[in-house]
C-alpha cells in the first residue's frame, strides 16, 4: 500500500529534522574539542609562566594575548578551576622584564574586565594598587592608562575605583610628567569615568575632575583635548543636575566654554555640546550668589583675579562669611598661601587674608589661631614678585588692625 501525502511529508520532514540534529550534534562536538584544545593549551601556558626561563614566560603571555579574546569564557572557567593562576599573573606584574610586566598587566584587564564582582575587589585592589605606581614609570604609564580606560568600561569595575580609591589624584600625579599623547589618555580615562553618575555623586570628586581637565586643557590647547573635556564637564551636568552645574560656574568652566566656542573646531557634534553646557551654566550663574562662586572657586585651590577679589563691597559685606562650616574657606586660604607652583593663586590668596583681616572685626585672632601671619611673612621673601608685593600688603593690613 502507497504511503498518503501527509505520511510523506511527516517522513520528509523527521529525515530533515534528523539532518539537522545531526549537523547541530557535529558543530556542538567541533566546539567542545576547541574548548578542551583551549583548555590544554591554556594548562600549557601557565606551565611556561611557572617556568624560570624569561622566553618561556614570554612565549606564555603571547599566546594568552593571542588567544584570550577569542576564548575568553574557556580562559575564564581555567581560571575559576585553578584560582592559583590569578596570584601567579599578579606577581608577574612586578617582573623585571617590561615586556612580561606589560603582558601580564594587558592579560588581568581583560580577565577582570569579564569576571569582576565584589568577590574579586582584593584582586582589582591589587591590580590598582600596581597601576598607579606605573603612572609615575616612563616605561609603564601608558600602557598602563590604556588597560585601564579598557577596564573601566565594566560598571561594577567603575564603581569600586571611584568609591574606593583616589583614582583622580592618582591621574594627576600621573599625567605631571607624561608626553602629551599620553595625557590625552589620562584624559579620555576621565571621561570613560564621567559616564558614571557617582563622578558627579561627591562635589569634592566632580571638582577635580573639572580642575584636572581644564589644567591640562590650558597645557595642551587642542582639538581632541577640548572635546573630551566638553564631554566630561555635560556627563557630570546630566549625572549631577544643578548642584554640578553650579560647582562648574565656580571652577571657571564658564570662560573655558568661550574659548572653545570660538575656536570653530568644524564639529556639528561637539558645538551642540557646548550649546547644552552654556544653556545650563547660564542658568546655574543666575541661581549662583556671588558669594557662592567665590566660595566654589576656593575649594578648586586655583584662583584667577576677578570681581570677588578686588570689591571692597564684596569683602565689607562677607569677610565674616570665612567663619562659615567650621572655618572651612579659612582654612583653605590658609592652604593655598603655602602651595608651591602656583604664584597667581598664592597672590591671590595673601591678598584675600590681608582683605579678611582688614574688613572682618575679629580677623586678627582667626589670622592667629592658623598661624597665618608667619606664612604670609615668609612669603614675603617668595621668588614670584607678585606674591612678594600682596604679602607685603597684608602684613601692613594685618599690623594696622593690632
Not at 596570584?87 to 623585571?96: C, M, S, Y
Not at 569615568?193 to 562635589?203: C, D, H, I, T, V
Request: hydrophobic share 40%; glycine share 4%; with cysteine.
Amino acid at each position: 500500500m502507497k504511503p498518503t501525502l501527509d505520511e510523506m511529508f511527516v517522513t520528509l520532514k523527521h529525515a530533515h529534522f534528523i539532518e539537522l540534529y545531526a549537523d547541530e550534534r557535529k558543530k556542538m562536538d567541533e566546539r567542545e574539542h576547541e574548548e578542551k584544545e583551549a583548555q590544554r593549551s591554556t594548562e600549557t601556558e601557565f606551565v611556561k609562566l611557572r617556568s624560570d626561563s624569561q622566553w618561556k614566560k614570554k612565549e606564555g603571555f603571547v599566546f594568552l594575548t593571542e588567544i584570550l579574546p577569542e576564548q575568553i569564557d574557556c580562559f575564564v572557567s581555567y581560571l575559576a578551576a585553578n584560582p592559583g593562576s590569578m596570584e601567579l599573573l599578579l606577581q608577574h606584574l612586578g617582573h623585571p622584564s617590561l615586556f612580561i610586566s606589560q603582558a601580564a598587566s594587558r592579560v588581568l584587564s581583560l580577565v577582570l574586565f569579564h569576571v569582576y564582582g565584589e568577590r574579586e575587589w582584593p584582586l582589582l585592589k591589587r591590580y590598582l594598587e600596581w597601576s598607579f605606581q606605573s603612572f609615575l614609570d616612563n616605561a609603564l604609564r601608558k600602557h598602563t592608562v590604556l588597560c585601564l580606560i579598557y577596564l573601566a568600561r565594566n560598571k561594577k569595575v567603575s564603581d569600586s575605583v571611584l568609591l574606593h580609591t583616589d583614582i583622580v589624584r592618582r591621574i594627576v600625579d600621573g599625567s605631571r610628567k607624561a608626553d602629551v599623547g599620553t595625557k590625552y589618555y589620562f584624559v579620555y580615562l576621565l571621561w570613560v569615568f564621567s559616564f558614571n553618575p557617582l563622578a558627579a555623586a561627591k562635589e569634592e570628586k566632580a571638582r577635580e575632575i573639572v580642575s584636572f581637565s581644564l589644567q591640562l586643557f590650558r597645557e595642551v590647547e587642542k582639538e581632541k583635548i577640548a572635546r573630551l573635556c566638553v564631554f566630561i564637564f555635560s556627563n557630570l551636568i546630566l549625572h549631577g543636575g544643578a548642584r554640578t552645574a553650579r560647582l562648574l560656574v565656580g571652577t571657571r568652566v564658564g570662560p573655558f566654554v568661550e574659548v572653545v566656542r570660538g575656536k570653530k573646531y568644524g564639529d556639528e557634534e561637539l558645538s551642540e555640546e557646548v550649546c547644552f553646557l552654556q544653556k545650563r551654566l547660564s542658568e546655574a550663574s543666575i541661581s549662583l550668589t556671588t558669594f557662592e562662586e567665590y566660595a566654589a572657586e576656593l575649594r578648586t585651590k586655583r584662583l584667577e583675579w576677578s570681581p570677588t577679589h578686588t570689591s571692597t563691597l564684596f569683602w565689607e559685606k562677607n569677610s565674616p562669611r570665612l567663619f562659615e562650616k567650621k572655618k572651612e574657606l579659612l582654612r583653605i586660604l590658609s592652604d593655598i598661601v603655602t602651595q608651591e607652583g602656583e604664584a597667581e593663586s598664592v597672590a591671590i590668596a595673601t591678598h584675600d587674608l590681608g582683605q579678611f583681616v582688614k574688613f572682618c572685626p575679629v580677623g586678627v585672632e582667626a589670622v592667629k589661631e592658623f598661624a597665618i601671619k608667619d606664612k604670609i611673612i615668609r612669603n614675603t621673601q617668595h621668588p614670584d614678585r607678585e606674591v612678594r608685593y600682596q604679602s607685603l600688603i597684608a602684613v601692613q593690613k594685618y599690623i594696622n588692625k593690632l
